[in-house]
């Protein structure tokens, strides 16, 4: 005779959904072939509930990053990857939930299950294209705060994160890079309740208010990114001095990392296909390079420099306060795909 297959984080989830919306039946959408058995969705289920809290939206809560059935990982303090990803889409007059943002949570959950790299509070994700797929919203990246409903709970199997996932635009998820991720979707609830996704919705980086807010906070507090990936990034040293071959396209999201991270005493670190680039605090500036590795030293007058030629502008660049030039090459902007949408040149 089989031991009967327990499902106490299944129903902890289950649980404390029906404790939010106890006048609620959940629109649950399971997977028909496990992932364990070759199905293509990780995820063994969503839950989908009406919400009419800021404004009325679905309210999507995924089943399947933590452990659902029997305790199977070595570390009894968490259960599975510790988390299970929320989502607040606006709700329309239609009677069920739309199905694209559980295609977006699986395919989330295919990028955790297949590299092991988990969501936390404060992190961010391009998506590079619409979050929902064939439309023509400008919500094309995610940020990742606590679900401020369900916030944490311990479970059987372990403690359990809800994060949510909060659509974003270009421009505000290099915001988000730009200051703390934390303190950018703290501002932004502020002006969208709840965080909730409505795919029609401008950047609210065009309001004067939110930009000035943004602003002040990235000049108080600096950027908590230390991590920026390009994929253009080249470096080479010949007598003595250095040279940076960057992509134009994303050189002003640098300009205002370097600013939010060497100008706040801290290190910053770009990372391309195969090179990478240290840039950190010094009172005199240098070029070093070993290998596929390059360290570029700025003192104030090389990061204002530094800082000032990094326009969306192909070019190159020779700056005097440090012994190193900057070549920046055209760029071309692709869709998720690899349809070509602008070249910056």
């Known amino acids: 005779?089989?031991?009967?297959?327990?499902?106490?984080?299944?129903?902890?989830?289950?649980?404390?959904?029906?404790?939010?919306?106890?006048?609620?039946?959940?629109?649950?959408?399971?997977?028909?072939?496990?992932?364990?058995?070759?199905?293509?969705?990780?995820?063994?289920?969503?839950?989908?509930w009406k919400?009419?809290?800021?404004?009325?939206?679905?309210?999507?809560?995924?089943?399947?990053?933590?452990?659902?059935y029997e305790?199977?990982?070595?570390?009894?303090?968490?259960s599975g990857y510790g988390f299970e990803l929320t989502f607040r889409l606006r709700r329309g007059e239609e009677e069920t939930p739309p199905a694209w943002p559980m295609n977006l949570l699986q395919n989330l959950a295919r990028y955790v299950f297949s590299t092991g790299n988990v969501f936390g509070n404060g992190h961010h994700m391009s998506c590079n294209g619409p979050v929902a797929l064939e439309t023509g919203t400008l919500l094309t990246a995610l940020g990742f705060c606590i679900d401020p409903e369900l916030g944490e709970m311990d479970t059987p199997n372990g403690?359990?994160?809800?994060?949510?996932?909060?659509?974003?635009?270009n421009d505000e998820i290099e915001a988000h890079m730009c200051w703390s991720g934390e303190k950018f979707l703290g501002l932004l609830f502020q002006k969208i309740p709840f965080g909730i996704t409505d795919l029609e919705?401008?950047?609210?980086?065009?309001?004067?208010?939110?930009?000035?807010?943004w602003k002040a906070g990235v000049d108080k507090d600096g950027?908590?990114?230390?991590?920026?990936?390009?994929?253009e990034v080249g470096a080479s040293l010949k007598d003595g001095r250095g040279r940076l071959r960057l992509g134009a396209g994303h050189t002003h999201i640098l300009a205002t990392m370097l600013s939010a991270r060497?100008?706040?005493?801290?290190?910053?670190?770009?990372?391309?296909?195969?090179?990478?680039?240290?840039?950190?605090?010094?009172?005199?500036g240098r070029f070093g390079l070993e290998n596929d590795f390059a360290v570029a030293v700025l003192d104030d007058g090389a990061l204002k420099e530094l800082c000032s030629v990094l326009q969306p502008h192909a070019g190159v660049y020779p700056l005097g306060t440090i012994p190193l030039t900057v070549e920046l090459v055209p760029t071309r902007i692709k869709d998720q795909n690899d349809k070509v949408l602008k070249v910056i040149e």
């Not at 009419?52 to 089943?63: D, I, L, S």
């Not at 305790?71 to 968490?78: A, C, Q």
């Not at 670190?269 to 005199?284: K, N, R, S, V």
């Open 159 to 169: 403690h359990v994160t809800f994060l949510q996932a909060v659509a974003i635009t």
């Open 71 to 78: 305790k199977e990982s070595d570390d009894p303090d968490v």
């Open 223 to 231: 950027s908590s990114t230390g991590f920026l990936y390009m994929d």
């Open 1 to 48: 005779m089989s031991e009967e297959v327990t499902s106490v984080g299944f129903d902890a989830i289950a649980d404390r959904m029906q404790a939010l919306y106890p006048q609620q039946q959940e629109f649950h959408y399971g997977t028909l072939l496990p992932y364990s058995l070759g199905g293509k969705d990780p995820l063994d289920g969503l839950g989908v």
């Open 51 to 68: 919400s009419e809290k800021g404004m009325p939206h679905w309210h999507y809560v995924t089943y399947g990053f933590s452990e659902l």
């Open 262 to 284: 060497v100008g706040k005493g801290r290190k910053l670190y770009l990372q391309g296909p195969d090179m990478g680039i240290g840039f950190e605090p010094g009172e005199a």
């Open 201 to 213: 919705r401008h950047s609210l980086m065009g309001q004067k208010e939110f930009y000035d807010a």
